[in-house]
């Protein structure tokens, strides 16, 4: 089997497991957005032969590099962010899933400005703020009860488009209950704002918690890209 039937599988397989767990569910089928970090701008080449149009990374440098190698696909960035390398994030993402702190959202916004002045971008930037379940913001996300004043915050800035909220249960934590939680987050703020806002939760381990309680799109790596390359 060549690279470009493996990853095909690997689409099939993880497509066919989404669409059980959502029939299951009684739920909608969410987007899929496949992760591609540690593995080579010719496997997401591969990729996009076979129809998918977005893909999802967590380092900036390594997404910037196959951004600039591949401009016909959106690579969407799901891993934390310094705020020294918001203004790089600004020119190649398509969207951002883990926005955590008023002071990234106000880097990224400036990002935005200079990458529309640049030519580099000619609209808002579509983030998601990442949720920290626990509370321990040590390993990305907002605490819940600060969540009301960077949504504000987001909503103020002009190059900034709220899409959602991200979460990423923590090892130790109930998946199921943590989902339900940010799905009513979720729909709560949607209602305040008057428009529809997704939920982007769910990888590998955790698929069908994740579409039980409603997610819109699930970001999964190894179940469709196989191992990380060695070397």
């Keep these: 089997m060549n690279r470009k039937e493996e990853l095909q599988a690997g ?33 997401v080449a591969l990729l996009a032969e076979l129809g998918v149009t977005d893909v999802a990374e967590n380092r900036e440098q390594e997404a910037r590099a196959k951004a600039a190698e591949l401009p016909a696909v959106r690579f969407h960035m799901i891993g934390q962010i310094q705020t020294k390398k918001a203004n790089h994030v600004a020119r190649w993402a398509h969207s951002v899933h883990s926005l955590d702190s008023a002071k990234l959202a106000t880097a990224l916004d400036r990002g935005v400005a200079n990458a529309q002045e640049s030519g580099d971008r000619d609209d808002a930037l579509p983030v998601f703020i990442q949720v920290s379940a626990d509370g321990d913001t040590a390993r990305g996300g907002v605490a819940l009860p600060d969540v009301p004043s960077l949504v504000e915050l987001v909503e103020e800035l002009v190059n900034l488009e709220l899409q959602g909220f991200m979460v990423v249960p923590p090892l130790d934590s109930d998946a199921a209950e943590v989902f339900g939680r940010v799905r009513t987050l979720t729909d709560d703020v949607a209602r305040l704002l008057g428009r529809p806002l997704k939920m982007s939760a769910g990888m590998s381990a955790d698929l069908g918690e994740a579409i039980a309680a409603g997610t819109d799109i699930v970001r999964v790596g190894t179940g469709i890209m196989g191992p990380r390359p060695v070397g």
């Design 11 to 43: 689409l099939e397989r993880t497509r066919a497991q989404i669409e059980d767990f959502a029939r299951a569910a009684g739920r909608e089928v969410p987007q899929l957005l496949p992760v591609t970090k540690f593995h080579p701008a010719g496997d």
